[in-house]
């Protein structure tokens, strides 16, 4: 991704002169002074009188330019006059209790630059100061950058790890030396939700995979990795009391990529995490400042359970784990008791590991033809004064919800779990049913006036409207620019529930991405652009600007082997 040339005419004497400027300017262009970057498109030679100049020429000139820019753009970000060199060993000084994060940056400063550091409680070349005193708010920083060095201040950690992250978008080598622009930043997020979901029961990836996903929602300060680990095709994460969910539910025969005509594979598929590695990786992110919130999907979605115990199906049918993608009819039989017993013996287990205070139950595309021809079933909706089975789902998630309540949990589903009707097998009865009003809704599909019929109801949302977010539909459908322009707050939105929306997802469906390369190229880069909606206040949004930022990302990531999309 090249800058934008212009052809400039210039004599002898003019030139001359200009050169030694250039060589002298110091502010940061994807990681390059105006002078490198500028002999990398021209021929340096002072007598030429036509030359491409490249946009950056204008700093040179004294006229601003976007040579400061990060991504996700800071809330406020004024530029001084100047930069500040590291000394060839950085001294780093922090605050008690930011052992973990002046850790991050030293690592940082040695494998990207070659630079040594050393902490000291004395002046120090960086300081990073946590008092909860500031009124940065849980994750805002500021960041200065002056004469004295480098300075960042935060009421929390988390905070104080943006800053650094900040900061590394701004180091820039120049010769053999380090510098960063002066400057002063004071930023905090504009939503509190900022998420990336990576579904794994279609195609099991890895933990390596996902620590280096990890690595980068952290660089660009996306704080929720929604972890979608059980689902019809597969079943990832062990649970102790009920070990057939692996044994069985982690594995299927043959596969297919993509959906529509579901291309086959004819190998076989199998994968799931031990608890040690889940706990393995609940480290990392917390170490980067990352929740993770598992989805653990009821009461549709759940083949790969039923295969495992038949028992939990509406039919009590043996069948297998399903070798393609879709919606199945197979669902949990709510009316049996046994169900709600393995229910909340896999969601104990499942709090015990996970350290969230929210809990995903999915809920989405439930298919209720089972339900409808059960007697069973019948004759629980009558005893339960339930009219439909759109009603039957909403008191199942009720009962769910309070048995998350029970344990200190918040309960959050697919905009279904509402009683919607958004699909074309919705039940079209009326929904009498409320559902639990501390439940937080993420809208995927269906009119956008869903979403203000949910807040005006006093529910959180989180926006993850398909159309935008969804990491699996291809750049033609979803191009960058489309993600980027994304506003989580709906246009027309009544200002009174705008601190309803918590934020917005983006999300890797895995139905065509069978490896590390397919999960790459449908994340990387649009993931960049989700980070700016979620962070970034609307008004200082800019794609142009954005774009040209995006090439320090694309360096990065080839650096890791990461091949994005287009």
């Known amino acids: 991704m090249k800058p934008r040339c212009f052809p400039l005419q210039l004599n002898k004497a003019i030139e001359t002169k200009l050169f030694k400027r250039l060589r002298s300017v110091p502010f940061p262009i994807n990681g390059l002074s105006v002078y490198s970057c500028f002999s990398n498109q021209i021929d340096m030679k002072p007598g030429h009188t036509t030359k491409y100049l490249i946009l950056t020429l204008l700093l040179a000139l004294g006229i601003a330019s976007y040579a400061q820019r990060i991504i996700p753009q800071p809330a406020e970000m004024v530029a001084g006059k100047g930069s500040y060199t590291l000394p060839a060993e950085v001294t780093v000084s922090a605050s008690a209790g930011l052992d973990i994060e002046a850790a991050g940056l030293t690592a940082y400063l040695k494998e990207t630059f070659g630079l040594g550091s050393r902490k000291t409680s004395g002046k120090a070349a960086i300081r990073l100061i946590r008092d909860p005193s500031l009124k940065t708010g849980s994750e805002g920083y500021s960041l200065t950058i002056g004469k004295a060095g480098v300075k960042i201040e935060a009421a929390t950690n988390a905070g104080a790890f943006y800053g650094i992250q900040s900061l590394k978008q701004l180091l820039y080598k120049r010769g053999v030396v380090v510098q960063a622009a002066h400057v002063t930043i004071n930023d905090r997020p ?153 229910l909340h013996n896999v969601l104990n287990e499942v709090i015990d590991l ?70 074309d097998y919705s039940d079209t009865r009326p929904v009498t049913g409320k559902l639990a009003p501390n439940t937080i809704i993420q809208f995927w599909k269906g009119e956008l006036d869903m979403i203000t ?114």
């Open 190 to 342: 504009r939503f509190a939700w900022r998420s990336y979901l990576l579904d794994e029961s279609r195609y099991f990836q890895g933990k390596e995979l996902v620590k280096k996903v990890l690595d980068e929602m952290a660089m660009l300060k996306l704080n929720i990795f929604h972890w979608h680990l059980t689902d019809d095709p597969g079943w990832r994460i062990e649970i102790d009391s009920y070990p057939d969910l692996t044994r069985i539910g982690s594995k299927r025969d043959s596969t297919v990529t993509g959906s529509g005509p579901n291309r086959r594979i004819g190998k076989a598929h199998s994968g799931f995490y031990t608890k040690a590695e889940i706990r393995e990786i609940l480290a990392y992110a917390a170490a980067r400042h990352i929740k993770v919130v598992p989805e653990i999907e009821m009461p549709g979605h759940s083949s790969a359970a039923i295969a495992a115990y038949p028992w939990l199906g509406v039919t009590k049918q043996a069948i297998r784990v399903p070798t393609h993608f879709g919606v199945f009819q197979d669902v949990y039989d709510v009316s049996d008791p046994r169900v709600t017993t393995f």
């Open 453 to 566: 019929d949910a807040v005006s109801k006093g529910y959180d949302v989180v926006n993850s409207y398909h159309l935008f977010t969804y990491l699996d539909y291809s750049y033609q459908s979803i191009p960058l620019k489309k993600s980027y322009d994304f506003d989580p707050v709906p246009a027309g939105l009544d200002p009174r529930y705008t601190a309803k929306i918590l934020g917005s997802g983006c999300q890797m469906w895995g139905e065509s991405t069978p490896d590390a390369a397919a999960v790459y190229r449908q994340t990387f880069p649009r993931i960049a652009a989700y980070a700016e909606v979620n962070w970034t206040p609307a008004a200082s949004k800019n794609f142009e600007a954005f774009s040209r930022q995006l090439e320090f990302f694309l360096q990065r990531w080839r650096s890791m082997g990461i091949h994005a999309g287009s």
């Open 354 to 423: 996970f350290p969230s205070d929210i809990i995903h139950i999915g809920g989405d595309e439930v298919r209720f033809e089972q339900w409808e021809n059960s007697a069973s079933v019948a004759a629980y909706k009558k005893k339960h004064n339930l009219s439909s089975s759109a009603d039957l789902q909403i008191f199942f998630t009720n009962n769910m919800s309070a048995y998350l309540a029970g344990k200190g949990k918040r309960m959050m589903g697919w905009n279904e779990i509402l009683g919607s009707k958004i699909h």
